[in-house]
């Protein structure tokens, strides 16, 4: 446990709560130059996510797949890899899953239900691995081939949806075996009906995962040092085009399992998409947020999927447009990535410690 | 209607499309050639579109003509465009960030901050109200061309306004002391640096320049497609912009070729329907080609020469 | 004394950076007309002082003057409009573009919006008449030679009307040819009026050409002497700052049998062209076998192919008899080559890892390091802090981040790791390039006490004095080929610089 807490150096912990204060600190001055109260806006927004158990447990279902994505974002970047393709795989993944739970019939639950968990897990894993491989293998950059895979995922998730498992008459696919739900519902009947799954729990074992593999294994030894020394890897006798690929099809993994838990524990279908649902996308502010630290990722999903859903309640009670929140989370990013602004901020209250220190 | 009608009206069609992505690709060679990777260009491109909306209404409402108001939209959608694009400059070449994530958080902040304030000025409507923006503007005699008239010489004033920059940016990046400065600044920033020429600044200009371009890329949307900016005004134009720069291999005269490929990409959407034997293809095809074509052409790249050398690193002058 | 008023004169210039002081009260003239020679070690602190001579960093104390005034050399532009020019070691070339465009770059010459490339073309080929620097104004960087890539980097500062040229290790990347062909455009530069300060840390040249020399150590000028009234000992002395031997004590070798050995190898790069062009050597074990050459004949793929970082195109390795040709990194290192690699920061080290890591970074799958898959970061620690203290590496902790580590102890670092190996080949590749005089020796130390502990050691250096003084045996490389093979104590500087430069001579005793 020690080393746990270890892992939270100081400067990985105190940089993400300044830009967390600074991006809230943003939010509320452009709520007041827009003539509303932050303060009331904030005290909706958590009064909305904690107030009920309904909304508690319909927060988790939002903060699930931002896990996921979260993780994906942070275990490739572990390795030294952009994958902003997780919009792509997180789709992939819903899809894999739809037509799994959809088109298998008479399994029982304990079988079914895994079986297209995995599923998602998989083809979101092979999603990811195609961007990897091309880079392994072509030297194709994998930021702009996980942008051009997003939409390619989202036409081909479309594209199987419509021709496999249409709803006739209607921009759905029809719903899963209830075999292949993963919804809690004893927990969600306890819950006002809030869609609580299993999903939320493997969510966190594979964040504990993520730790376990990337620390203390043998092959989370070669992907940190594919991450942060191709060359050396390659010298020490790693076979680093092995390692690329695997470290997407791991991420992408956990992305498609974000995009299973949504069809097969919230919605029980999969909608013909007008657009990405920006799950992939959020994932990369989550992980941001948390460091790409696998336990930081938990808590910065704690935050995005607060933020999020407590803004329709600051729309509700405090008349807020919810659109607010989203410029918090870009300052926030904005903050961790330009870590030198923060510093920048900060340096007269640094220069006064370092002064108290000294007398 | 005949063949040759359908064609002249998808190339006309195509050239629509492709206006934006000419003007956004543009912007993203700007950018990317002094060294400094534009993610951001679909945040860029919303702002544009935000803008022109905002702006053009008001300048419309107080009693300007379509073309006016459309201009002072266009304008303002320049200025705004170079603002925000300031943002990923202090981020990602100032304080040295992830230039990748620095445009990211460009594209989060737009979906945010341009849906907050239409809500603030609109009385909470999800969009801006309706104008005119530019019509179509014939050129005399060329117009009545057949086929290439329809095509071409029938369009509106920004696609006329693209075009020529295409050949400007061909101009200033190949031919002037500016051009060579900021393609040294993406090549080898420490060379530049040794000769004299302020790294840092020339690459704000190129983000800044990419700035403008993109919103004027975006603003062409609302005010010749849309009339109004909405939340779904831009819908990953900036992403294909992106492409086209790559595709284009950074050049102008190449992104504005591969814009207009994509440009027909999305026109034969709409040309589908029309002939029994296209009707059998599933649109989703249709939609995915830009994105496949361009992978493959990645992938047949071999070794991605034509990227500037030093682009997405910061330049830190004491390692050089 | 010279009377006269010095070109330039820096009064006690003083840069510090976090934790070191690179130049600490530095004075220095230079005359008009002159060469003047800064030496001094590694680290010294000639580079940074050069660099506030040209305006990228400046200094916290002390006072530049050029032709008798104070100035404020606040960036490039300023030193460049006051005719200070630099050559720099690592050319600032953009390889895209033209000769030309790389020449006028920063200052171009305009007929409207445009470059005026035709006046531009005409003015570059005026000053390379002059000043005897061929070049072709329309090539590409990237499809010329290095010696022609340097005379390019001259004319930048003659184009831009430099009257003082800092030269800054301008050979190290040169054949000896292209050297006597730098030396005759310095001369002739000087004779059209120019003054050169010329950065080294190689002896032979500052007395074949300059003639003053200021010597650096550790950030203070140890002393300015005229070439005429000094030694290579005495400069040699100053430099190290105390006495040197230029022999490295060591018993005679005592060679057995072959541990490796190349056949006809060939290795070609992406352009079809061989870097190896059927080269063929021996190593025995208990001897150091040095391979001589000028940088870029294949050395670094000569020895990418021995530890399968390379791709084998044709002919035969084989270790102890067994084919190697082609495995993988992995296969070779398990069959006995260890390898200190040639650019310790790309290859050698993974710096954002720990001392403890790094240990590790070759073994860390087998067994007791990892078991079942599970790293035992017991293991390792122990095997760490065994092999940081049995080598003296200084780190706070063996949880420190490599990269906090100074250039030596990271060497050692390496040097640990690969030796603890008990390999039956140590190949090593500049190991000593970067350190200063103490680390050279615990270094060079190191390959000879595995020598006598009868393991075959393959020596690359583009130092000859190293390979001339830590070899049992010389093999000379050129263009990709084994050209010549001696003894170092029945050759000189001389014979291998010829051989080289690609001259077949043979002479001294080969074994067969």
């Known amino acids: 446990m020690n080393k746990v807490l270890k892992l939270f150096t100081k400067d990985s912990i105190t940089l993400p709560v300044i830009a967390i204060i600074l991006g809230l600190l943003l939010g509320a001055i452009v709520m007041m130059v827009g003539g509303y109260n932050p303060i009331e806006a904030y005290s909706a927004l958590i009064e909305r996510v904690y107030g009920n158990s309904y909304d508690f447990g319909e927060a988790i279902r939002e903060m699930t797949p931002l896990i996921m994505t979260g993780l994906a974002f942070a275990f490739a970047a572990r390795a030294g890899l952009f994958n902003i393709g997780g919009e792509g795989q997180f789709m992939i993944g819903m899809t894999a899953a739809s037509i799994v739970g959809i088109h298998l019939h008479g399994l029982p639950a304990f079988i079914h239900a895994p079986l297209a968990i995995i599923a998602g897990a998989v083809f979101g894993g092979l999603w990811a691995a195609l961007a990897g491989f091309l880079k392994a293998t072509r030297g194709v950059n994998e930021v702009i081939s996980c942008i051009m895979l997003n939409w390619i995922g989202l036409y081909l998730s479309n594209l199987i949806i419509n021709t496999f498992a249409l709803q006739s008459g209607d921009t759905r696919s029809v719903d899963i075996q209830p075999s292949a739900s993963i919804a809690i519902s004893w927990l969600s009947e306890m819950m006002g009906n809030a869609r609580v799954h299993w999903g939320t729990l493997i969510a966190l074992l594979a964040a504990v995962f993520f730790y376990i593999f990337m620390w203390k294994t043998k092959q989370g030894f070669e992907l940190r040092s594919v991450g942060f020394n191709q060359d050396a890897s390659k010298y020490a006798g790693m076979n680093v085009n092995r390692n690329i690929v695997k470290a997407m099809f791991i991420s992408g993994a956990f992305a498609g399992l974000g995009g299973a838990f949504t069809v097969l524990g919230v919605f029980g279908y999969q909608s013909v998409m007008a657009s990405s649902p920006g799950t992939g996308f959020d994932g990369i502010a989550v992980a941001l947020i948390g460091m790409n630290n696998p336990f930081g990722v938990v808590l910065g999903a704690i935050l995005f999927g607060t933020l999020t859903y407590g803004s329709a309640g600051m729309s509700f009670s405090a008349d807020v447009p919810p659109e607010i929140v989203r410029i918090v989370i870009g300052a926030i990013i904005f903050f961790i990535a330009a870590q030198g602004i923060v510093r920048w901020l900060l340096k007269p209250f640094y220069a006064k410690r370092k002064k108290e220190k000294v007398s | 209607m005949d063949v040759l009608t359908i064609i002249g009206q998808l190339l006309n069609t195509t050239l629509v499309f492709a206006t934006a992505l000419i003007f956004t690709s543009l912007g993203g060679i700007f950018s990317e050639k002094s060294g400094v990777t534009n993610l951001g260009l679909e945040g860029l491109m919303v702002f544009g579109a935000f803008a022109a909306g905002v702006f053009g209404h008001y300048a419309q409402a107080a009693g300007l003509d379509g073309f006016a108001a459309a201009s002072i939209g266009l304008c303002a959608a320049i200025v705004l465009g170079i603002i925000v694009s300031l943002i990923h400059a202090v981020a990602s070449i100032t304080f040295k960030a992830d230039q990748v994530i620095s445009g990211i958080v460009i594209n989060f902040l737009a979906a945010g901050s341009t849906l907050y304030m239409v809500k603030l000025l609109f009385d909470g409507a999800g969009e801006t109200e ?61 060379a530049a640096d040794t000769v004299g020429i302020k790294v840092n600044r020339m690459r704000y200009v190129g983000v800044m320049i990419s700035g403008a371009l993109a919103a004027v890329g975006g603003a062409t949307i609302t005010l010749t497609t849309t009339g109004t900016f909405a939340h779904n005004t831009i819908s990953g134009q900036g992403y294909i912009a992106i492409a086209a720069m790559i595709f284009g291999k950074w050049n102008p005269i190449g992104a504005f070729g591969a814009a207009v490929f994509f440009g027909l990409a999305q026109a034969v959407r709409n040309y589908v329907q029309l002939f029994a034997w296209t009707q059998s293809i599933p649109p989703e095809i249709i939609y995915m080609l830009p994105y496949l074509l361009t992978i493959i052409v990645l992938v047949a790249a071999v070794g991605r020469s034509s990227a500037p050398s030093a682009l997405g690193q910061p330049y830190d002058p004491s390692k050089r | 004394m010279n009377t006269a008023t010095p070109v330039v004169e820096l009064k006690q210039i003083t840069k510090r950076f976090p934790g070191i002081v690179a130049n600490d009260s530095i004075s220095f003239k230079l005359f008009k007309g002159e060469i003047h020679a800064l030496l001094g070690e590694n680290g010294a602190g000639k580079s940074t002082l050069m660099n506030v001579v040209f305006g990228l960093y400046q200094p916290e104390e002390g006072v530049i003057e050029v032709n008798g005034k104070p100035v404020m050399i606040d960036g490039p532009n ?246 190697i040709t082609n495995l993988t990194p992995r296969k070779i290192t398990e069959s006995g080559v260890a390898h200190i690699p040639e650019d310790r920061h790309k290859h050698g080290l993974v710096l954002d890892f720990s001392v403890s890591e790094n240990m590790v970074l070759e073994t860390y799958y087998k067994q007791p390091y990892n078991k079942n898959g599970f790293l035992q970061h017991d293991e390792i620690d122990k095997k760490a802090q065994r092999l940081v203290e049995g080598f003296d590496v200084r780190t706070p902790s063996i949880h420190t981040m490599a990269r906090s580590l100074s250039g030596g102890n990271q060497q050692k670092a390496i040097i640990a790791r690969e030796i603890d190996k008990n390999p039956d080949l140590l190949v090593a590749a500049q190991p000593t390039r970067g350190l200063d005089v103490g680390a050279i020796e615990f270094v060079q130390k190191q390959l000879i006490a595995q020598r006598d502990q009868g393991k075959a050691v393959l020596l690359i250096s583009f130092e000859l004095d190293e390979i001339l003084n830590v070899s049992d045996r010389i093999v000379v490389i050129y263009e990709g080929q084994i050209v010549g093979e001696v003894l170092p104590e029945q050759t000189n500087d001389q014979e291998l610089g010829l051989m080289m430069a690609g001259s077949t001579v043979k002479r001294g005793a080969t074994h067969e």
């Not at chain 3, 445009?114 to 990237?142: C, F, M």
């Open chain 2, 130 to 190: 309706l104008i005119s923006g530019y019509s179509r503007m014939p050129i005399p005699g060329l117009s009545k061309i057949p086929l290439l008239g329809d095509a071409l010489f029938n369009a509106y004033p920004t696609t006329y306004l693209a075009i020529i920059l295409v050949f400007v940016s061909y101009f200033v990046l190949y031919k002037t002391p500016f051009g060579l400065r900021l393609r040294s600044v993406g090549e080898h920033p420490s």
């Open chain 3, 78 to 323: 300023k030193a460049i409009e006051l005719g200070i020019g630099m050559v720099h070691q690592h050319f600032k070339l953009v390889q895209p573009f033209t000769v030309t465009e790389n020449i006028i770059l920063g200052s171009e010459p305009n007929k409207g919006a445009r470059i005026n490339y035709k006046k531009a073309t005409e003015d570059i080929r005026k000053l390379s008449e002059q000043y005897g620097l061929r070049v072709d104004p329309n090539a590409k960087i990237h499809d010329i030679s290095v010696g022609m890539q340097q005379r390019v980097e001259i004319l930048k500062t003659l184009y831009r009307g430099a009257d003082i040229l800092i030269f800054d290790e301008p050979t190290a990347v040169l054949t000896p040819q292209e050297i006597s062909e730098l030396m005759e455009i310095m001369q002739r530069l000087i004779k059209e009026g120019k003054s050169i300060i010329l950065i080294t840390h190689k002896l032979k040249e500052i007395m074949q050409i300059a003639d003053t020399v200021t010597i650096i150590r550790r950030g203070k000028v140890i002393d300015t002497l005229k070439k005429t009234e000094t030694s290579p000992q005495e400069l040699a002395e100053k430099m190290v700052g105390r006495n040197v031997s230029f022999k490295v004590d060591k018993i005679p070798a005592n060679p057995g049998e072959v541990v490796m050995e190349m056949k006809e190898v060939v290795s070609k790069n992406k352009d079809g062209m061989s870097v190896l062009n059927h080269l063929s050597l021996q190593v025995k074990a208990g001897e150091i076998l040095g391979i001589a050459g000028v940088d870029g004949n294949g050395q670094s793929e000569l020895i990418e192919a021995l530890t399968g970082l390379r791709h084998v195109d044709g002919g035969e390795i084989t270790l102890h008899g067994k084919p």
